[in-house]
Nanobody, 124 residues
């Protein structure tokens, strides 16, 4: 069973930077496409970024393009989300997700495994 554990969330001010990490265990991380999603109370979980199994292909939501960067470290079974120029609209619980089929997709239904989430709060 694949397990994903996120870390790195916290409370920051507008304009700050944060780096989220997600460590995978129990599966073949090197074959998985990975994604980051976020969710606020009363709203659906939304796509943030995804990365192919090789790391060679990445996709971003328009709202974070140019500010966030997704990367992976296969040796450490970890995927990162570097978040710069944070603003209050980025406040959410951030979830890491894995697709063992290696497809780089944008929908929540495309991912089989999910972490428990990490809270990011950006104050104005």
């Amino acid at each position: 069973q694949v397990q994903l554990v996120e870390s790195g969330g916290g409370l920051v001010q507008t304009g700050a930077r944060l780096r989220l990490s997600c460590t995978a265990s129990g599966g073949t991380f090197s074959r998985y496409a990975m994604g980051w999603f976020r969710q606020t109370a009363g709203k659906e979980r939304e796509f943030v970024a995804s990365i192919s199994w090789s790391g060679g292909t990445t996709y971003y939501a328009d709202s974070v393009k140019g500010r966030f960067t997704i990367s992976r470290d296969t040796a450490e079974n970890t995927v990162h989300l570097q978040m710069n120029s944070l603003n209050p609209e980025d406040t959410a619980v951030y979830y890491c997700a894995a697709d063992p089929w290696g497809r780089v997709r944008h929908g929540t239904a495309d991912y089989d495994y999910w972490g428990q989430g990490t809270q990011v709060t950006v104050s104005s």
